[in-house]
């Protein structure tokens, strides 16, 4: 006897509104278990794959991969056949490890999945195959006038030619085939006018594409001779969805930018004797496995410095007009990933070891560049480095992570003429930019605390004065 339940998206970070179903990783008629992964979802924070809290065989997936869903939305259905028990009343199922939440959010129209034959798909199985997962940002080469221009226009154009003889047709017994089109296609073909069930995608596995559905519309408004115009103005462009960590990050920069009263200032440094004990380091069994970059010693030293000027670590709370000083660093190291910049943090750095802080920088970073960060490592962040220099950047004037007062950019490491001992000799420079809340950190705090971390780089020795 069927025994229907329906997992609902829940709150994988903190105060999240909203996901979107990157990729299925099950399929209808699979047989899952508990904790098995069900899809994975991408937050305003992070990556991660959802864990099944039901053993049983799905029935449902009530979303396509691409789709943005409220949290607290039903986005499969189980059939646990009966072994499974209820989840408590009131309580929405949640990802291991986080709370559980007791309201919903308002869910949106479902989105259901054509049934195809298979035939059509060649999947070999009885189930129906998913629509594709992939990413709904794609960025096509952007083509301009002359001959591939009206090529282009050529292709759409007997593309066009062809709707009213290749209409689409429905599946026996599953009512009309939903075209198939990313999430972003629908949205345009719905602000210009195009109905997407009178378009024929030229995509992979005919999939439409922006490009069909404006040469459809290019028809309509001028049948005659203006195609090849309206495409060319088309593929000038390309629109991407901000979403995920990119929206969340520019919300961020945003709050940053007109919150918090930014100052920044500069600091230039011979740092030779730093990367002579680097390639001294290197060579020490205990740090053997681990990556001793220029960036350990940077952010050694600013942890160093923090013990000497605590008030650097703090925030600003403006409901209750006070400054909370931070008794532990939660060290942020700004990361560039494929889907935008993300900010995990090093808890509790101060107390690791020189060796304990490169493993986990080392981690840190590999795991925010595989999309792979927890929520967990993203929130409670105290200062941040930004690591400029890895792409050839001598420094910046950053902006604060939001919650944190000061952020330090690490500019590129050069070799450059240098007085050293009263006489001009190539060393290695770099520079390095404190930006601070003026709110909390005055010029002479911050110049002080930028003194001290330079000092440390420029003479290691210096630490045991600290």
């Known amino acids: 006897m069927a025994d229907l339940r329906q997992f609902k998206l829940p709150d994988v970070g903190e105060g999240l509104t909203e996901g979107e179903i990157l990729t299925w990783l099950v399929a209808v008629g699979d047989t899952v278990t508990v904790n098995q992964p069900l899809c994975e979802v991408e937050t305003a924070k992070a990556a991660v794959e959802l864990p099944s809290p039901y053993a049983g065989t799905v029935t449902e997936l009530l979303f396509d991969a691409g789709t943005t869903v409220d949290v607290g939305a039903p986005i499969i259905t189980i059939d646990v056949g009966g072994d499974a028990p209820a ?55 952007v083509r301009h006038g002359g001959l591939e221009a009206g090529r282009a226009a050529e292709a759409h154009a007997t593309v066009a030619d062809t709707q009213a003889a290749a209409p689409t047709s429905p599946v026996p017994g599953s009512g009309p085939l939903r075209p198939l089109a990313k999430p972003p296609v629908r949205k345009y073909a719905k602000d210009v006018g195009v109905d997407l069930t009178t378009v024929t995608g030229t995509g992979e596995g005919g999939v439409i594409t922006r490009a069909d559905v404006d040469a459809v519309r290019a028809m309509t408004d001028h049948p005659m001779g203006s195609a090849t115009l309206r495409t060319e103005v088309a593929l000038d462009e390309t629109r991407i969805p901000v979403k995920g960590v990119r929206k969340h990050t520019a919300a961020a920069m945003v709050a940053s930018a007109f ?18 004990l680097r390639q001294r380091l290197m060579a020490r069994p205990e740090l053997a496995g681990v990556k001793v970059s220029p960036l350990l010693f940077v952010a050694k030293a600013l942890l160093l410095a923090v013990r000497r000027h605590p008030m650097v670590n703090s925030s600003w709370d403006e409901a209750a007009q006070e400054i909370v000083v931070k008794s532990r660093v939660n060290l942020g190291i700004a990361a560039a990933t ?39 490592d993203m929130s409670g962040g105290t200062i941040t480095i930004t690591n400029v220099g890895v792409f050839g950047v001598d420094t910046g004037t950053p902006l604060l992570n939001p919650g944190e007062s000061a952020i330090l950019a690490f500019g590129a490491i050069r070799e450059q003429p240098w007085v050293h001992k009263g006489k001009v000799v190539p060393r290695q420079v770099t520079t390095l930019a404190l930006s601070f809340d003026h709110r909390i950190i005055d010029g002479e705090l911050g110049s002080k605390f930028l003194a001290d971390v330079g000092a440390l780089l420029h003479d290691p020795g210096t630490a045991l004065t600290f």
């Open 87 to 141: 989840p408590a009343e009131g309580r929405t199922a949640v990802l291991v490890g986080y709370g559980p939440r007791t309201t919903e959010a308002t869910r949106r129209p479902r989105r259901r999945t054509p049934v195809l034959p298979e035939a059509d798909h060649g999947t070999g199985t009885d189930r129906p195959p998913l629509l594709s997962t992939a990413p709904d940002v794609t960025v096509k080469p």
């Open 259 to 276: 919150t918090a009263p930014h100052v920044t200032v500069f600091h230039t440094v011979d740092v030779t004797r730093t990367m002579r």
């Open 338 to 376: 494929p889907r935008g910049l993300v900010v995990p943090n090093v808890k509790d750095a101060g107390a690791l070891t020189l060796p304990e802080l490169a493993g986990a920088l080392a981690d840190l970073t590999a795991t925010a560049r595989a999309g792979r960060t927890p929520p967990a």
